[in-house]
């Protein structure tokens, strides 16, 4: 199924501008035949019960009738919609009712896809799909129907659009849309300048070594996988709010894995690769270095699914380097994957090892565009809005300058984790993968685990996170723990401790692992960031206390140059 191209849809709104009745003509009275929704369904060979649809049609046209009727009195609709929340949608009764008339053929549409006969999965890509069409058919996405578009161009003389569309196409010559002030960071001067030096470096990778801040750090270090599929600063923004530079102001020595962007040189790299090129060699140099038999792991989202599959197969090759081992927002047991299932099948799946399983590059900005349609209100058409129609500037934001600094994947490592996770979910049975020459069986990790889902989070669901907790350390499971956070994917693990916002759980039961929703049923939210509860796990699983080492690297492994190197500058795009 092809899903709507959010950057194709942000750029087709001028020619809306002219004609407002095309997307009007779609959005009238709902009638399943002929809509875009409609040969969804079709396609699937979906359908809705005689009886739930005539119930959701009277339910439509009782909710039409008074919503026109209100019209009729010149009363103003109530708008519970952010979009629509400013004066000049709610002081002005056609502009209110547009929306209302909007939102309530929306609630159709969904409702309509909620009733569809069909399995789950597919259930899940219909209302995805219909989602999609939704919210691009806002009113507030079209000149002609955004009042507030419309007052601000008045009050410029017009300014407004002239720079509105310089913008989009400042935009579309880029490919992407503009989230934020780009211009206003770069990597190495005011983002990831955490200082340190490249100690190590192969094809895949840079292995970066900060500089202590504390005289004494605990004696393991501490290795950090980030995802490849994003760039590792996001856990070394700012000073303020550093992942990296919190853990080092704890004691800890910290290592660092910067991903090379994949080029057309690496399209025949694989998944075992990362695991045997990648993670198992970031933690030897870091032994090495370090002078210490064992490290403490970390691993975030995919990083942490690289670096739990290397633990795996050093296990089984009876070696065990690490003491404990950190997972954020990772899945291992691919059950449940959100919003995301949407984009994988069997279908899919075969299309890109048709196309890139023997080799190629999945292109960044193609997986860019996918995380954003996972949010197209924030992500994508908020920008239309604000960039395009009102002609604004976005303002400097550290975390969505890194959002937009893609990355590339290669195809053959891609395909693979597509089709042995997503799809058939191999990797949380024991001996059921073979990586790098190894049966993969993640419960012989018998290391103690700290392992952190965010609650609301749309891409590793907290429940999906929790499940590791069943599946590592199957020797010792009351050795690992479980801590929940506040907030999304990226803004949950961003939370400094400094901050002192939001809030995390807490559940000490001992013993085997509970059911997830009985874990949340005993746990205790304690105010502020999770960090506090991590530095100390590691503070545990650390070791005795040594003098912080002065000088960066070793004979064997030099500095090559200053942190942040230079592969984390290579962009995508």
């Known amino acids: 199924m092809n899903m709507p191209d959010p950057q194709a849809m ?20 709902p009638q399943m035949d002929g809509t875009p929704a409609a040969h969804l369904l079709k396609d699937l060979g979906a359908g809705v019960d005689p009886v739930a649809l005539d119930a959701i049609r009277q339910d439509y046209m009782a909710k039409a009738a008074a919503l026109w009727q209100e019209f009729a009195m010149g009363k103003i609709p109530e708008l519970h919609d ?34 569809v006969q069909a399995k789950p999965r597919d259930k899940q890509k219909i209302r995805f799909a219909v989602m999609q069409m939704v919210d691009a058919m806002s009113p507030a996405n079209f000149l002609a129907t955004n009042p507030e578009a419309q007052k601000h161009m008045l009050e410029t003389n017009g300014e407004s659009l002239a720079k509105g569309l310089a913008n989009m196409l400042a935009d579309m010559q880029k490919g992407r849309i503009s989230q934020t002030d780009e211009s206003a960071f ?48 996001i856990l070394d923004l700012q000073p303020a709010n550093s992942v990296v530079r919190y ?21 025949q790299v694989t998944w075992d690769q990362y695991v045997e090129q990648g993670a198992i060699t970031a933690i030897n140099v870091a032994r090495e270095i370090a002078k210490t038999d064992k490290v403490q792991a970390f691993g975030f989202c995919v990083g942490g699914t690289i670096v739990a599959t290397a633990l795996a197969v050093l ?71 604000q960039n395009y129609l009102k002609g604004k500037e976005p303002p400097a ?4 300058y890194w959002n937009a600094d893609s990355t590339n994947l290669p195809g053959p490592m891609f395909c693979w984790y597509l089709r042995n996770t997503y ?24 290391i103690p685990v700290f392992i952190y889902g965010s609650r609301e989070d749309h891409i590793v669901p907290w429940q999906a996170a929790y499940a590791s907790m069943h599946i590592l350390n199957r020797a010792q499971p009351s050795n690992n723990r479980y801590v929940l956070g506040a907030s999304g994917h990226i803004a949950g693990v961003i939370n400094p401790a400094s901050k002192n916002k939001r809030s995390y759980w807490t559940n000490p039961h001992q013993g085997a692992p509970l059911p997830a929703e009985d874990w949340f049923d005993g746990a205790t939210e304690h105010p502020g960031s999770w960090w506090t509860a991590w530095a100390a796990f590691l ?19 030099a500095p090559i140059e200053p942190a942040p190197g230079r592969y984390v500058k290579v962009r995508a795009d």
């Not at 949608?89 to 909007?102: D, E, K, L, Q």
């Not at 490249?198 to 005289?215: D, G």
Request: glycine share 8%; net charge negative; with cysteine.
């Open 10 to 29: 942000g750029a087709a709104w001028l020619a809306q501008i002219s004609d407002p009745q095309a997307w009007q003509a779609w959005f009238k009275m």
């Open 82 to 115: 952010k979009r629509f929340s400013g004066t000049a949608w709610t002081g002005n009764p056609v502009s209110a009712f547009s929306a209302a008339s909007y939102l309530l053929n929306g609630e159709f549409l969904l409702k309509m896809a909620d009733a």
């Open 186 to 233: 770069e990597v190495g001067t005011n983002v990831a300048t955490s200082e340190g030096q490249v100690v190590f470096e192969n094809e895949l990778f840079q292995l970066i070594q900060y500089a202590p801040t504390t005289p004494n750090v605990h004696a393991l270090p501490l290795v950090m996988i980030p995802p490849c599929i994003n760039k590792f600063y």
């Open 247 to 267: 853990a080092v102001e704890q004691g800890n020595t910290v290592f660092m894995v910067s991903w090379r962007n994949p080029d057309a040189s690496m399209g």
């Open 315 to 385: 296990a089984a090759r009876g070696e065990k380097p690490a003491a404990s081992l950190t997972l954020l927002t990772t899945l291992l047991d691919f059950s449940d994957t959100g919003v995301l299932e949407v984009f994988v099948d069997d279908t899919q799946v075969a299309l890109r090892e048709q196309q890139l399983g023997r080799g190629g590059i999945m292109p960044g900005r193609d997986l860019a565009t996918t995380f954003s349609a996972l949010r197209p209100n924030d992500l994508v058409w908020n920008y239309v809005q």
């Open 397 to 400: 934001f550290d975390l969505l």
């Open 423 to 446: 799809l058939e979910n191999s990797l949380q049975e024991p001996g059921r993968l073979i990586v790098c020459g190894e049966k993969v069986d993640l419960g012989a990790i018998d």
């Open 539 to 557: 503070a545990e699983n650390g070791g005795k206390d040594v003098k912080a080492r002065t000088k960066l690297g070793s004979k064997t492994h």
